[in-house]
């Protein structure tokens, strides 16, 4: 820690070092010269001169290697694939649909979910449907409710501008409307089970019709206490949607309760089983950090700090960077950042927070192609899934992390990072996030948008059950096969719907198969996300909205003025 502290003395907080034991090798890997050594030496004025000069000379270096490096796409675009982007969300809505829901094709569905004799949750009408089948995946569904809340609390003046504001607020509140029927949320004091998901992957994949025709009983999964990933997750997208809605109090109380209600029931399950917290970890610090923001209770950044403390020694793996619905560390990383940037809350809470600024440093240096850290396709796809099907969310996300991680650095006038012995600008974040979102448009070896109505060319085979099957058309479970078989194009166009996107050799296939083209609620969270904080000027982030529920850290200091009123 020695060096840290010199680090401070000569003032360069403004490029936060990662600390020596979180230096990992392939960060020297491509680096020029490793200039390890020249920090540690003493600080007298020639060093620091001298280390001035050679940062100023780096930096220089790496601004014009990167300056015409990468074109961006024609202005609007962003905004345009927006506007398109989130259309995907009303064509998943389940249940009863608002007056106006904007898509042709769709009509009320699976609206009996839940009821049946004996049901402890009797009207689970509502919410959405993952993927292509009619899956409601409550882990996945409430992580794409917070990644658009986060994307709202950050940029809610550009999705005002867009005119998207009340769209996307209406796309997450039939979220958390659902979630509240999921669980006793209105418990005093603890609950005993919450439902997790609605439909089984079997029925549901192996019948094909449309969600509207559905008539076989679809099954309730109810979790007791091995699911405390899902209640922290849940706990999350409540939490954030809190701050989301902070201005309809009552409203934003009630998801205050809720997440309260599910934190406690998912660290109540951990204890219950004797388990160790290391599968639900991440979950758990991810829901204590956006219960800490909607609330300011400090209780609960007692809890991340210690969980951070006590990390698991996998903790920072190999997966680190990987950001998903099933790994959420990397988000929780960046948002305690957030916090160590724009407050500066100090000691207690600053060792913690410090680690988790060095970790989301190095997150940012393993995204970027010079150190290799993860594989690229030729077109330049990160592959950050080993290669998998449905490379496409996991590139989104990381997009969306590396433009807001630029965006709070320059917000609070830090103008670059260090990745080992290198400092890198703030523009080469939006670069690699640009690239990424460039590809999924439209910029990729096939030439395609990944996005439905996007672009001149986009698949039209969506592995989708509503959009193969023509309106009005009353299939069976079996009978609809054929047109998930057909080579036919589909008769409904998803708007918006990004899909699963292409294999690791860039290669992809417009065919009904769910490995290339189904879409899903997450990889659109993600996609959206990114898109959002690319488009419009810089700088409009809003830097206090996050913290709207966190009381002054510095009580001495006097309340603003009241605002003047005549
Ligand atoms: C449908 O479009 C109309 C007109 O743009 C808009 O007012 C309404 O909010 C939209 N409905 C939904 C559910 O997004
Ligand atoms: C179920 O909940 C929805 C609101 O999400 C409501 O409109 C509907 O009337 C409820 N159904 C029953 C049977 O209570
Ligand atoms: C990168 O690709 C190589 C060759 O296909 C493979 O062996 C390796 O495991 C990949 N690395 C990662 C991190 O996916
Ligand atoms: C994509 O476009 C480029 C340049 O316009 C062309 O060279 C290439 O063959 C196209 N690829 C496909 C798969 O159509
Ligand atoms: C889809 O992905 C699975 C799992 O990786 C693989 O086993 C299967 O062969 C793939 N199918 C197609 C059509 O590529």
Redesign the pocket.
């Known amino acids: 820690m020695r060096r840290e502290v010199e680090l401070q003395e000569v003032d360069w907080t403004a490029f936060p070092k990662p600390s020596e034991e979180m230096q990992s090798s392939w960060l020297l890997q491509h680096s020029p010269k490793p200039k390890k050594k020249t920090v540690r030496k003493r600080t007298c004025a020639w060093t620091l001169a001298f280390i001035g000069v050679v940062i100023a000379f780096s930096m220089t270096v790496r601004a014009l290697t990167h300056r015409h490096h990468y074109q961006q796409q024609a202005p609007g675009a962003y905004n345009m694939a927006l506007h398109t982007g989130l259309k995907f969300f009303n064509s998943q809505r389940s249940g009863r649909l608002p007056d106006q829901n904007n898509i042709t094709w769709r009509g009320d569905s699976c609206i009996q979910d839940g009821k049946y004799p004996g049901s402890s949750h009797p009207n689970l009408s509502g919410g959405y449907y993952d993927g292509g089948d009619a899956i409601k995946s409550n882990f996945k569904m409430s992580f794409a409710m917070t990644m658009l809340s986060w994307s709202v609390i950050e940029y809610h003046a550009k999705y005002q501008q867009l005119g998207e504001l009340s769209h996307v607020e209406g796309i997450i509140k039939w979220g958390t409307d659902y979630f509240l029927k999921t669980f006793d949320s209105s418990a005093a004091d603890s609950i005993h089970d919450m439902v997790s998901q609605v439909g089984s992957e079997g029925t549901e994949r192996y019948c094909w019709m449309r969600p509207e025709d559905i008539d076989y009983e679809r099954k309730v999964h109810i979790c007791i206490s091995e699911c405390p990933n899902l209640a922290a997750e849940m706990a999350a997208a409540l939490a954030s949607a809190s701050i989301v809605f902070s201005e309809n109090d009552a409203y934003s109380q009630k998801l205050i309760q809720g997440a309260k209600i599910l934190y406690r029931f998912a660290e109540s399950s951990i204890k219950g089983s004797g388990r160790s917290a290391r599968s639900s970890w991440d979950e758990l610090l991810w829901g204590g950090v956006w219960l800490y923001y909607a609330t300011g209770d400090a209780t609960y950044l007692d809890r991340v700090t210690t969980l951070a403390l006590a990390d698991p020694s996998d903790s920072f793996s190999r997966d680190s960077g990987v950001f998903s619905w099933n790994t959420k560390l990397a988000g929780a990383q960046l948002l305690l950042t957030r916090m160590r940037l724009f407050l500066s809350p100090g000691y207690p809470a600053e060792e913690v927070l410090r680690k988790f600024h060095n970790q989301i440093s190095i997150v940012m240096c393993s995204y970027l192609p010079s150190f290799n850290k993860f594989n690229r396709t030729k077109g330049g796809l990160i592959q950050l899934n080993n290669g998998?099907?449905q490379p496409l969310q996991y590139a989104a996300n990381a997009a969306f992390l590396a433009a807001l991680y630029g965006d709070y650095l320059e917000a609070s006038d830090t103008r670059g990072w260090s990745c080992g012995p290198n400092v890198y600008f703030t523009n080469v974040l939006r670069d690699f996030s640009r690239s990424q979102v460039d590809y999924i448009l439209g910029k990729n070896p096939e030439n395609i948008s990944y996005v439905v109505g996007y672009g001149e060319r986009y698949p039209k085979h969506v592995h989708h059950r509503g959009a193969s099957i023509p309106k009005n058309r009353k299939e069976s479970c079996k009978g609809g096969w054929k047109w998930r078989e057909s080579s036919k194009e589909n008769p409904n166009v998803i708007e918006g719907a990004m899909v699963a996107g292409p294999?690791g050799h860039d290669v992809f296939?417009d065919?009904r198969?769910?490995?290339?083209t189904e879409p899903t609620l997450t990889g659109n969270a993600g996609l959206v996300a990114a898109l959002v904080a690319l488009s419009g000027e810089k700088h409009m982030l809003d830097k206090n909205r996050m913290f709207s529920g966190v009381p002054p850290l510095f009580p001495d200091v006097p309340p603003p003025p009241a605002p003047w009123t005549p």
């Open positions: 998998d099907p294999d296939h065919v198969t769910a490995n290339y």
